[in-house]
């Protein structure tokens, strides 16, 4: 889109978030070599991020600023409008992911109350179940030369089992929704059609709650329909915004937590033996994972609805804020000078903010860590000769500004 301040900002020193994802080490490393507070332009817009363990924590946690794109000067001065590629993931429609206060967490208890630690253990014998169907189909997918795509024929499609499971989306829905999402994340897709996906999101989940509201069932949008928080029901609406994110967060996150649990390892062989060998848990993993090689890069966005001082700069009313995960996980004031080191030994591995921090963390995070949990032991256990087909930096990213996930994920089994 054609954004006045873009000039501006290339000749200020701001950091363009790389669209295509070519080189997502050096971007992390600059950004956080910019300082507390970078200036960053995402495909001609700016806006601050935040690139601090401890900063982050307090600006999560800010009232100051919000999730609402009302608050935005640059949607309110018509600068940024829905031409904008990326707007999709904030203007996203009413939803616990878009309001703050009494109304989020009104918009958030139900879903809440679904994913408690009793009900995912309630769960487990369910992901285990498809772990084991999707490693049985991972060895039957070998090709003539042996190699197989872990991400399409196994970490895609386990998350989408659990949460579709969770949520009633019948399995035969399951690829359809998984193509609308990654056409609606890549940035190669054009504007219109990326609307478009929208819409017919919007009419999928708009028939699946009027289906589970005429007969609902046992999962967690008939709960959020029948939903009721000091006597006030969630709308259609609500429902459906909910719907619409958590099905998109709850297999985005894994897959890219998965996938670079087991890129990383493969690429570390010390690390994989101090785990294989029983002297490090595989919790030691999925955390140092997260915080080394988060599933989301960048969070957008919040939005200052006064000035917000931070260290030397100040955040003015109306500007937007991303959460940089990435470059948070590899603070060096958090985890020492060899930060940009994966090391599943690390003291510090938990304390990392990948999945938020304050009232909008993630409210899959937990159910995040269980299918991981399952999911990495089985395929090594299944597998135990797992390698590399190509060589690591053949591994190319998808081209998506905000997830940190793999074009295709090449393996030999052994």
């Not at 297999?251 to 002297?279: M, W, Y």
């Not at 931070?310 to 003015?316: A, H, L, N, Q, S």
Request: glycine share 8%.
């Amino acid at each position: 889109m054609n954004c006045p301040h873009a000039e501006a900002a290339r000749n200020a020193g701001v950091i363009a978030i790389d669209p295509m994802v070519q080189d997502l080490d050096g971007e992390t490393v600059r950004l956080r070599d910019a300082g507390v507070l970078a200036r960053i332009d995402l495909l001609g817009v700016p806006a601050w991020t935040v690139t601090r363990h401890a900063e982050a924590r307090q600006l999560l946690v800010d009232p100051r600023l919000v999730k609402g794109i009302d608050a935005w000067g640059l949607w309110q001065s018509g600068v940024v409008t829905r031409a904008w590629p990326l707007i999709g993931m904030i203007d996203a429609g009413r939803s616990m992911f878009t309001v703050d206060g009494a109304e989020h967490r009104r918009l958030r208890t139900k879903t809440s109350q679904a994913l408690t630690p009793r009900r995912l253990e309630a769960i487990r014998p369910d992901i285990e179940k498809f772990t084991d169907e999707l490693l049985d189909a991972l060895d039957a997918a070998r090709g003539e030369d042996g190699v197989v795509d872990l991400k399409a024929v196994f970490a895609q499609p386990l998350p989408m089992k659990v949460v579709g499971m969770l949520m009633g989306v019948d399995e035969s829905q399951h690829a359809m929704l998984t193509r609308q999402y990654k056409a609606f994340f890549s940035m190669l897709t054009p504007q219109d059609e990326r609307l478009a996906l929208l819409a017919e999101l919007d009419v999928f989940y708009t028939d699946l709650v009027r289906e589970k509201t005429a007969r609902p069932t046992d999962d967690l949008t008939s709960a959020l329909i029948l939903a009721e928080e000091g006597g006030e029901p969630l709308t259609e609406e609500e429902v459906v915004g909910n719907l619409k994110a958590m099905v998109a967060a709850g297999h985005e996150t894994t897959i890219g937590l998965v996938l670079n649990a087991v890129r990383a390892l493969l690429s570390h062989p010390d690390q994989l033996r101090l785990v294989l060998d029983g002297e490090v848990g595989w919790d030691a993993v999925v955390e140092e994972t997260l915080r080394w090689d988060t599933p989301t890069t960048h969070l957008l966005m919040r939005f200052a609805t006064e000035d917000i001082a931070v260290g030397e700069e100040v955040i003015r009313k109306g500007e937007g804020v991303v959460i940089s995960y990435r470059a948070i996980g590899r603070d060096l004031e958090q985890h020492g000078p060899d930060a940009d080191a994966f090391d599943i030994t690390r003291p510090t591995r938990n304390r990392h903010m990948t999945f938020g921090h304050g009232p909008h963390i993630c409210p899959g995070a937990a159910l995040s860590r269980v299918e991981a949990g399952i999911a990495l032991p089985a395929l090594f256990a299944r597998f135990p000769g797992l390698h590399l087909a190509v060589p690591d930096e053949e591994i190319s990213k998808l081209p998506v500004m905000t997830q940190n996930d793999m074009a295709a994920f090449p393996v030999l089994l052994g």
